[in-house]
């Protein structure tokens, strides 16, 4: 029996030696990029009951993450169609694939784009990064590629060419789609539902090489005051909806100062500067 009972601690030891030790997660360098300014845009389309005369220059951001194992992500990917240009008071454009040259980026570089909703000024520019795979929420993909376009009403802000971009790059096998909540499918990338900005929005996190975690709204929040003064976003299909999601954006970063909107220019005042038009978030 002695013999046995030996045997047997000989082996558990044997398994326990080889059983492989979870990895770190990956870390990230975080950058901000304002690809072009929209002049004059008016705060009550961003704030809800802002007063309607208030006007402001708004940042058009996407954000790259650099990862140390050679992965670059975009969370978002800009716009660049000609329509947009005189719907839109359209200032200091940067074609978005050239935009990051700074960071030493080329747009093949590009391995994975976060696409936290598809609006036409953050799903625009998918086109301009035709090697990066594409992840988005489940349900946001099957309502803009499906059912939104049964009704004149229900595809607000949606591109029929971002559409037809996304499907093309689904065929070609370069489509994740993110079922909920998931902080697995990417070491140190965190997908999370939004608060239906969109049908189906999603913010992401980062861990950062500064052992920090950023946490990147898009236009899950528009600006630092949607934050300060807890008041949702002007245009969500669900205003509590969007009050919930920035009280759990709120527990999620680090601090609050790396909780980023999505087209506040003061990002670009609060952080190092890289070059003229890019911010590293630290």
Do not use: C
Not at 196 to 216: I, M, P, Y
Request: without cysteine; glycine residues 6%.
């Amino acid at each position: 029996m002695r013999k046995t009972s030996t045997a047997i601690a000989v082996i558990v030891a044997a398994v326990l030696a080889v059983r492989p030790v979870a990895s770190e997660a990956e870390k990230f360098d975080v950058y901000a990029v304002r690809f072009a300014t929209i002049a004059n845009f008016p705060v009550s389309s961003l704030i809800s009951g802002a007063d309607r005369s208030r006007k402001l220059d708004i940042a058009m951001t996407i954000w790259v993450l650099k990862g140390v194992n050679g992965r670059v992500a975009l969370v978002d990917s800009g716009f660049h169609r000609d329509q947009y240009f005189k719907s839109f008071a359209v200032k200091d454009f940067i074609l978005p694939s050239d935009a990051i040259a700074p960071l030493g980026l080329k747009p093949g570089d590009v391995t994975d784009i976060f696409l936290s909703h598809m609006h036409w000024d953050h799903a625009g520019g998918l086109d301009l990064f035709p090697s990066a795979r594409v992840w988005v929420q489940k349900d946001e993909y099957e309502y803009y590629t499906g059912e939104a376009w049964q009704s004149r009403n229900a595809h607000g802000g949606i591109d029929a060419d971002d559409v037809l971009e996304i499907v093309k790059r689904n065929t070609a096998g370069r489509v994740t789609l993110v079922r909920g909540d998931d902080e697995t499918s990417i070491s140190g990338i965190g997908f999370h539902i939004g608060g239906k900005h969109t049908w189906q929005s999603q913010f992401v996190s980062v861990e950062t090489r500064a052992n920090t975690t950023v946490v990147l709204a898009s236009d899950n929040v528009y600006l630092y005051e949607n934050l300060d003064t807890h008041k949702p976003i002007a245009q969500t299909l669900d205003a509590e909806s969007n009050l919930r999601t920035q009280d759990h954006m709120r527990t999620l970063a680090s601090s609050l100062k790396l909780l980023i909107p999505g087209h506040d220019p003061a990002v670009f005042d609060r952080f190092p500067h890289v070059s003229d038009h890019i911010v590293k978030i630290e």
